[in-house]
């Protein structure tokens, strides 16, 4: 056994080494010890070890714990009642402990070994739940490491004294580590496994490149330029939208830096993927314009603002460029932007516009029972909407040169009629749609999703039976786990039946 004198230096050594604090090893080392004494003990005892701090020294007890009297002792040699234990100890209290020094024996190889197998246990538990405690919250930020080893495509690195891994899938394809390098990459997740805590990274997210400008790019960190959005295809093409805080500061200047060093520099370190900087802009229209750069553009439309949805329309020279290869340019310009970016040609949004008015008159023309010039008229003065004609003045509409007084009266009460139908068809429809009781005797259903059903149909218990995940999954806010909950759910007592 190792001489006492040696336990501090030992419990130091081994603190340094694994960045935790001593009294965390001798908690684990005082738990060893206990162990190996009740081992060594012919009972079934409770043993307690008290090792001193300064000389290594340690003390051993044997420990009852004490019980309320009308509890049922289920251990004599760890229990002892209440009454029996204030015979000696007058002050002591149930749940408090009665110790009693015993020799210190000392330990064969064997226990020796058990005991070294407790410590190493309880050093990893708390290395565990050091790791976690110190990176749980630094989830999203980039940190620096050091690779020790390349791993089948995996990247294991060394940060701060703790392992991480980076997977090939989470890695630039150029990038080429080797045993030694310096990295930098983004803290995805922390997770403990048997072998110890492991920091999950990733070199492949936008957060990457945002933190990279902020450490290159000074005037970030000072508050005077603010970085929006990023957008990558890793290892090839990236775009990353910047505002200036303080209208003095040119923000893409100040990101690419004297001859483009900034943005070298940031280039460098992932892998010589080339980035462009785009000035953001609170108007989506003019964003969506500078993040489709190096492309001119003609003209943006928004077809859906709550979906969205913008036309962008470029001359045929601009086209191929606007795209980007294999699209590239327009997909990076939607993640940068959180719109989506349909790019076309003048001619072919002339067409769409075409295709677009012809449906629109239509629906005016069986709406307001109204002839095809009357309804284009409407149309080509961007009445496109019943809601449009309805709060439309009239004094307007009398100014369109094909209208008179006596038609515009025509239109807007037959719009006023259409209207009303509409709200009586909704609430026939609202009333019909009523969830039935038995839809809300399938386990795991809720107010809103029974409300959601019946708006589509499924009114019943045996509706949603005969239901299957792809026709549910259609509905709004349904995701395939959450419809093959639901029919499950809901055929559960159809099996229980048929099982009978």
């Known amino acids: 056994m190792v001489n006492a004198n040696y336990i501090p230096q030992i419990v130091q050594a081994l603190s340094d080494e694994r960045n935790l604090a001593s009294d965390v090893i001798f908690e684990a080392l005082e738990a060893a010890l206990a162990a190996a004494a009740r081992k060594k003990h012919v009972l079934d005892i409770d043993v307690a070890v008290v090792i001193d ?3 290594g020294t340690f003390e051993t007890f044997r420990r009852w714990e004490v019980v309320e009297d009308d509890v049922l002792i289920e251990n004599p040699e760890r229990q002892k009642l209440l009454s029996e234990a204030q015979e000696k100890y007058p002050d002591i209290q149930p749940g408090e402990f009665i110790e009693e020094k015993i020799p210190s024996k000392a330990t064969d190889r064997i226990s020796a070994a058990a005991a070294r197998q407790v410590v190493m246990q309880k050093v990893r538990e708390a290395e565990r739940e050091r790791v ?4 749980e919250p630094r989830k999203g930020t980039m940190l620096f490491g050091v690779v020790r080893r390349v791993d089948r495509g995996d990247v294991i690195i060394d940060i701060e004294g703790v392992e991480a891994s ?3 899938n989470a890695s630039i394809v150029k990038d080429g580590f080797r045993q030694g390098d310096r990295i930098r990459a983004i803290l995805k997740d922390v997770r403990s496994e048997p072998r110890g805590p492991q920091l999950i990274l990733d070199r492949t997210c936008p957060e ?18 603010e970085i929006k959005s990023a957008a990558r295809d890793p290892g090839l093409r990236a775009k990353i939208a910047v505002r200036a805080v303080d209208a003095k500061i040119d923000p893409i200047g100040a990101c690419v830096g004297v001859r483009g060093a900034r ?3 940031v280039s460098k370190e992932i892998a010589g993927e080339r980035v462009d900087i785009v000035e953001w802009s609170p108007n989506p229209a003019q964003f969506v314009i500078n993040s489709l750069a190096p492309a001119e553009v003609e003209k943006v439309i928004s077809n859906q603002p709550e979906d969205k949805s913008v036309d962008v329309v470029v001359t045929e020279s601009q086209l191929s460029k606007a795209i980007g290869r294999a699209g590239q340019n327009v997909r990076l310009a939607s993640q940068l932007t959180g719109w989506d970016i349909n790019i076309m040609t003048r001619e072919e949004r002339e067409q769409k516009s075409t295709e677009e008015s012809a449906v629109i008159t239509q629906e005016l023309m069986e709406l307001l029972d109204v002839d095809e010039d009357v309804a284009m008229v409407l149309v080509q003065h961007d009445y496109t909407s019943m809601l449009d004609i309805f709060y439309a003045d009239p004094g307007d509409l009398e100014k369109i040169e094909q209208f008179d007084g006596k038609l515009v009266d025509r239109i807007q009460s037959r719009v006023t009629d259409a209207m009303l139908q509409q709200e009586v068809e909704d609430m026939i429809t609202a009333e019909q749609n009523v969830p039935d009781d038995t839809l809300y005797e399938v386990e795991g259903m809720d107010e809103g999703t029974a409300a959601t059903l019946a708006a589509y149909g499924i009114r019943t218990m045996e509706e949603l039976q005969d239901s299957d995940t792809y026709t549910l999954i259609e509905i709004p806010g349904i995701s395939e786990e959450r419809a093959k909950e639901l029919i499950l759910s809901a055929r559960a007592p159809m099996f229980a039946q048929l099982e009978q």
């Open 166 to 168: 980076l997977a090939k």
């Open 132 to 135: 976690q405690r110190e990176f």
């Open 263 to 265: 943005v070298q520099s």
């Open 208 to 225: 990457l490149l945002i933190e990279l400008f902020k450490l290159e790019v000074p005037e970030t960190r000072e508050g005077l330029i």
């Open 53 to 55: 701090r300064e000389t």
